[in-house]
């Protein structure tokens, strides 16, 4: 199993509501990663987690809120979102955080917010 | 992590090789090229990576300069589904001791009939 499986595909939400984007993967990666991609510009870090631990927060504002519950689970908590957080969230993972571990990426979330 | 410069575009005929280049003129030695694509809408696909030698698997091969300040991504016989954005990643370790994998512009390869 080479899969890095988020759901939902897609979410449309208010700017009251509370969501959350889900990720797993079953290959035993110890570091996943959430990505964020507007309309055609090149995918953004917000969050690495390595062993379960938050080790890197690209200055991601609060009311974007991630969560690692265990090894194999990704979770990103949403609330009080604005329409310009509208985009394509992308789940990743690695064996570890290396720099000469691959990257394996889930196929996103669309996002919209209205 | 050092900067990459890519072509915006590039055009290929179906059946032909595709040879995409990257400047990377300030990689440090412990810095990997990792080569990601991206078709529409989906998530950035793995192709390949290297540190100082060049490398082939199944889907490209990388070809490394000696001096390691450019490389070229080859992909031999392109098909109309490589049509996609390629990029061009360096990666390191940070002073902060983490790793990050950063996406630049790269590029959009067409590939027609």
């Known amino acids: 199993d080479t899969e890095v499986t988020q759901t939902p595909k897609h979410l449309v939400m208010g700017m009251t509501n509370k969501k959350s984007l889900k990720c797993e993967q079953h290959m035993g990666h110890r570091a996943m990663y959430w990505y964020k991609q507007k309309a055609k510009k090149p995918p953004e870090l917000m969050f690495v987690?390595?062993?379960?631990?938050?080790?890197i927060n690209e200055s991601v504002p609060s009311r974007f809120s991630p969560e690692c519950p265990n090894s194999s689970l990704l979770n990103l908590h949403l609330h009080a979102l604005q329409p310009e957080d509208s985009a394509l969230y992308l789940c990743?993972?690695?064996?570890?955080?290396?720099?000469?571990?691959?990257?394996?990426f889930g196929s996103g979330t669309q996002l919209s917010v209205l | 992590d050092a900067k990459t410069t890519q072509p915006t575009s590039m055009d290929c005929a179906e059946g032909r090789a595709a040879n995409l280049p990257c400047n990377h003129s300030t990689i440090s030695g412990n810095e990997y090229v990792y080569w990601y694509r991206q078709i529409h809408s989906q998530g950035p696909q793995y192709i390949i990576h290297g540190l100082k030698n060049n490398e082939t698997n199944e889907m490209a091969s990388l070809i490394i300069t000696e001096d390691r300040k450019s490389s070229t991504l080859i992909l031999p016989h392109a098909t109309l589904r490589d049509t996609a954005v390629y990029y061009c990643i360096v990666r390191g370790l940070m002073n902060s001791g983490y790793s990050t994998l950063t996406f630049g512009k790269g590029t959009m390869l067409l590939v027609s009939p």
């Open positions: 990743a993972s690695s064996q570890t955080d290396r720099e000469n571990e691959k990257l394996f």
């Open positions: 987690y390595s062993y379960e631990k938050l080790s």
